[in-house]
């Protein structure tokens, strides 16, 4: 593994900018407590480096602006999809392309398709809305990522990928029919946003093909994730990104893609195929749930943005800065001492607040309480990949308690300088030399499901 020690230039300069504000201490507590100490609930104008997510939160470039305004809103046959069509063949090599409003709708459409009641859906580490689409269809998800994922401060270059012998075992002890489908996510967002290695997914396509069982890849972040090939696989080191990308794609049946994330747009996914009769099926799914399977939720201009997105971001330059950045980011908060996942993934540095926090128990949120902590102490906006996201057990009611108590800060691509995440690590740093003091929180409010999104809370 390879860590960079100074951060390259940006291969861009700016030529819009949007002026942010910070709050005045006062003005933040009173914001964060408007929202029920829940990040999601703060109004984004009292944001002053919002790190909630990379979905939907990047920067578009002049080539992609310039795109929108070329954009065919025919209801059918919009050239902007046979545009986005190519640019998918092109960079992934599936010739068959469904847009969708976003990755969710993706999701659904495969689903649909493939799952039926009482199959497994396995996955490395599920996303929230992929295991909440395959519950929809009354599928298990099934998550078999390699264990070293759950170890946060343990230095291996792929805890993203899948476990092989566990998978074999799975699908000879399930069978072919009680399992709908294999999917690997890439970057693996649960964990870190750690990359798969091509070896363990060209292994994890002999294990399908052994039972015969369909391959997608969730490929929000394909892009870091080949990167991060390139990076850290050994015999991957002189290889063009574009190269990484198609081996990548090539194991695989298909997959879904939320355009928010690599896709370099602020809205838009597809699912794409090899499979012509998997397509035409999908297609009627997209009638009911999206759209004319031309432009499937979005607007032509969306899929124009999109296509020029998915060439951009296999720019080399792009990715150097890119993960040089979340790679600057890791570096700077360690020398402040702030336990983090190790080594940072693509997307975003996640730190273990558990570790950080031991004094508060896990039914206090830690990663939670720290997210309101960071608010206060400096205006930054994280999210909490810990208990409260996990949500309750449905069988002992009790809350259903992850392995990892995360809080992420995500970087949005194109968006914010090394000065402003530079001011994020300082601030962890002043919060870590007094985390004694940090309160844990309890529920003043509590949705049934997927409470995180709309929970409140006070400190105790
Ligand atoms: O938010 P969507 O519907 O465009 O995409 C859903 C989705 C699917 N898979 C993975 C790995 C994701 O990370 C994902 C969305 N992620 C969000 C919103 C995030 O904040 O990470």
Redesign the pocket.
């Known amino acids: 593994m390879r860590a960079m020690e100074r951060l390259a230039p940006p291969p861009w300069k700016a030529k819009v900018v949007e002026p942010i504000e910070l709050r005045s201490p006062r003005e933040r507590r009173v914001a964060i407590g408007n929202a029920g100490f829940n990040t999601f609930l703060l109004r984004s104008e009292d944001v002053y480096i919002d790190l909630l ?3 939907g939160t990047g920067a578009m470039s002049d080539r992609q602006w310039a795109a929108l305004m070329c954009g065919d809103e025919a209801y059918a046959g919009s050239r902007s999809f046979f545009r986005l069509q190519a640019a998918v063949e092109r960079v992934m090599g599936f010739p068959y392309v469904l847009p969708t409003h ?4 993706a ?1 659904n459409l495969l689903f649909s398709c493939l799952v039926r009641p009482g199959q497994c859906v396995v996955n490395n580490l599920h ?1 929230d ?2 295991r909440a689409h395959a519950r929809h269809k009354g599928g298990r998800p099934v998550d078999l990522v390699v264990e070293e994922a759950y170890a946060a401060g343990f230095r291996a270059p792929f805890k993203g990928n899948m476990d092989l012998d566990r998978l074999d075992r799975f699908l000879r002890e399930t069978g072919r029919d009680a399992v709908a489908l294999v999917m690997v ?1 890439v970057t693996c ?1 649960g964990a870190g946003g750690q990359p798969v290695s091509l070896s363990n997914l060209r292994g994890v396509r002999q294990v399908c093909d052994r039972y015969g069982v369909p391959l997608f890849l ?1 490929a ?2 394909f892009a870091e994730n080949a990167y991060l090939i390139k990076q850290r696989e050994p015999g991957q080191e002189g290889r063009g990104v574009g190269e990484i990308v198609r081996d990548m794609m090539a194991v695989a049946d298909g997959c ?1 893609m ?1 355009a ?2 690599d896709g370099l747009c602020n809205i838009g ?1 597809f699912l794409a195929m090899r499979d012509p009769e998997l397509y035409r099926q999908a297609c009627q799914w997209a009638v009911l749930f999206e759209g004319f399977p031309t432009y499937g939720g979005l607007a032509g201009r969306d899929m124009e943005a999109m296509a020029v997105g998915l060439e951009e971001v296999v720019d080399e330059g792009y990715l150097a800065y890119r993960v040089g950045q979340v790679e600057e980011l890791a570096r700077r908060l360690e020398g402040e001492g702030v336990p983090i996942v190790q080594p940072p993934g693509g997307h975003g540095v996640y730190v273990d607040a558990a570790a950080m926090l031991p004094h508060l128990p896990r039914h206090r949120f830690p990663a939670w309480a720290l997210t309101v902590e960071l608010y206060l102490e400096a205006g930054v906006r994280a ?1 909490e990949i810990g208990t409260v996201m996990a949500g309750r057990d449905p069988a002992t009611g009790d809350h259903d308690y992850p392995r990892l108590e995360l809080m992420r800060l ?1 970087v949005p691509r194109r968006v914010y300088t090394s000065s402003q995440l530079g001011l994020v690590a300082d601030a962890l740093g002043r919060i870590n030399r007094r985390r004694e003091a940090v309160r844990g929180l309890e529920f003043t409010h509590e949705p049934p499901f997927l409470r995180h999104f709309t929970a409140r809370f006070r400190p105790v």
């Open positions: 997510t990379d979905s976003q990755g969710r709708g999701e996303f809305t992929t996510t967002n969730d929000c972040r879904t939320s928010k994330k996914g999210v995500a």
